[in-house]
């Protein structure tokens, strides 16, 4: 661990506890610095809850690993575009932190500390503008009108919709996404299918507890909507340079990269074999079952094993999708692509551990903390 490591960490545990009362006080001190910055955040908003405070603190925290986080920066830089944030508003940002920061460090907090997070900060903070310099040529966002709702289950649906403008992206990514319902609120979502000549993306989404967006995209958005969409993100998508067999694990709507990395290998593949593994608690929740046997069925270098977790009738296997791959192993020598929620991406990357897969050969999306 490098010494500026070593600082941000040591000085992140006397103000951890405090976080919730340190969040009140950073978006305090941000909105009074610069009152006009309160119209680029959601209308209800939740400051505990807000995305904002938590991600630039993990992001310090794991600035060791700088040629990881490039990427992630540029990209994250450039998909702030969405917000309209501009260049100077960095610094306000980084003054309400290092404000907060001093307040609930109190007296241990060091000269020493507040060099560290400044140093950190503005690493970050130069990396994410010069992506959004990059981008200058794409819009901050794209509008997208809803060509087609489908009701799959009782919390999930499969929407198509059309940018107005060309948005390139690749299989395997994700895009946040808002609609009018909730504006200013934005949540991530990944792309269903490969890139199309006509542009057109699909998104499968599950309507979680008392989601915004979510209930939003499959209970009120219909045909006709618009919608508009962040610019892609994500390092889950096919290297085509490895001759190794695919594993892909997908719990959910956790299908939706995978069902992208899968058409998009229809079009070229014809070596590689893909072993999919798609698990959700009931049948009613293999929502796109069907469409993965059809592929089944025409594609020989593509097997798909399903798995409930909570239906003992189901005519497939059952327990945690996890199990299951393990069941079906070893996988010594395969790609992995794996995507769901932050439980069963922690319970497949434990089991791939434990089956001496390499971390490297692992690729995952998690769709909560994890
Ligand atoms: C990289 C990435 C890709 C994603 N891709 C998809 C996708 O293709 N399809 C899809 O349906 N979702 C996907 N998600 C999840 C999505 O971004 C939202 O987090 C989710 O739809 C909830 O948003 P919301 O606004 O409806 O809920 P919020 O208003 O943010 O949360 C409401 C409540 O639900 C809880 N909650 C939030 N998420 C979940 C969850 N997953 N399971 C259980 N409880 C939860 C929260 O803790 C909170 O209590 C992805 C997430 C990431 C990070
Ligand atoms: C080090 C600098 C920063 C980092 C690491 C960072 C990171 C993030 C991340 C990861 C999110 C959640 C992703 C999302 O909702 O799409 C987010 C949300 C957000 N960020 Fe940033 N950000 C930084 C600087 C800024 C600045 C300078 C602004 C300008 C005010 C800003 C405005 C926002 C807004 C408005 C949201 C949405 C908040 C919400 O929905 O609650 N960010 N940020």
């Known amino acids: 661990m490098s010494n500026l490591s070593r600082l941000l960490k040591e000085s992140w545990t006397l103000v951890e506890e405090q976080q919730d009362k340190l969040a009140s006080h950073f978006y305090a001190r941000m909105f009074l610095n610069n009152p006009q910055l309160r119209d680029l955040f959601p209308v209800q908003m939740d400051v505990q809850r807000s995305r904002l405070l938590g991600a630039i603190v993990t992001a310090v925290q794991t600035v060791d690993d700088p040629d990881r986080l490039d990427e992630y920066l540029r990209a994250l830089g450039r998909d702030h575009r969405k917000f309209h944030v501009q260049p100077e508003h960095y610094d306000v940002v980084g003054d309400a932190l290092m404000e907060a920061l001093r307040t609930f460090g109190g007296d241990q907090w060091t000269l020493e500390f507040d060099q560290a997070w400044r140093d950190a900060y503005a690493l970050i903070a130069a990396k994410m503008m010069e992506g959004a310099d990059a981008d200058a040529d794409n819009p901050p966002y794209w509008h997208a009108e809803v060509l087609y709702h489908e009701r799959r289950s009782r919390d999930i649906a499969v929407l198509t919709?059309?940018?107005?403008?060309?948005?390139?992206?690749?299989?395997?990514?994700?895009?946040?996404?808002?609609?009018?319902?909730?504006?200013?609120?934005?949540?991530?979502?990944?792309?269903?299918?490969?890139?199309?000549?006509?542009?057109?993306?699909?998104?499968?989404?599950?309507?979680?507890?008392?989601?915004?967006?979510?209930?939003?995209?499959?209970?009120?958005?219909?045909?006709?909507?618009?919608?508009?969409?962040?610019?892609?993100?994500?390092?889950?998508?096919?290297?085509?340079?490895?001759?190794?067999?695919?594993?892909?694990?997908?719990?959910?709507?956790?299908?939706?990269?995978?069902?992208?990395?899968?058409?998009?290998?229809?079009?070229?593949?014809?070596?590689?074999?893909?072993?999919?593994?798609?698990?959700?608690?009931?049948?009613?929740?293999?929502?796109?079952?069907?469409?993965?046997?059809?592929?089944?069925?025409?594609?020989?270098?593509?097997?798909?094993?399903?798995?409930?977790?909570?239906?003992?009738?189901?005519?497939?296997?059952?327990?945690?999708?996890?199990?299951?791959?393990?069941?079906?192993?070893?996988?010594?020598?395969?790609?992995?692509?794996?995507?769901?929620?932050?439980?069963?991406?922690r319970a497949t990357m434990r089991t791939l551990a434990e089956m001496q897969v390499p971390a490297i050969r692992i690729k995952y999306d998690s769709f909560g903390d994890s």
């Open 161 to 345: 919709c059309r940018p107005m403008q060309p948005l390139e992206y690749r299989a395997g990514q994700y895009i946040s996404v808002e609609t009018r319902y909730q504006p200013r609120l934005w949540r991530a979502y990944s792309v269903a299918n490969a890139p199309r000549k006509d542009g057109s993306l699909d998104f499968h989404v599950r309507a979680v507890g008392a989601g915004w967006v979510s209930s939003a995209l499959v209970r009120r958005v219909q045909p006709g909507d618009m919608i508009r969409l962040g610019s892609p993100m994500g390092r889950m998508t096919l290297d085509r340079r490895s001759t190794r067999d695919i594993v892909c694990v997908a719990g959910g709507t956790g299908l939706a990269p995978i069902k992208a990395l899968i058409e998009e290998m229809t079009r070229a593949n014809r070596t590689r074999w893909v072993h999919v593994f798609f698990g959700a608690r009931d049948r009613d929740d293999l929502y796109d079952l069907a469409c993965l046997n059809r592929l089944a069925a025409r594609y020989p270098w593509l097997s798909v094993v399903a798995a409930t977790s909570a239906d003992p009738d189901f005519p497939g296997e059952h327990g945690n999708i996890s199990d299951v791959v393990s069941r079906y192993g070893p996988w010594r020598d395969h790609d992995f692509f794996v995507s769901g929620s932050a439980q069963m991406v």
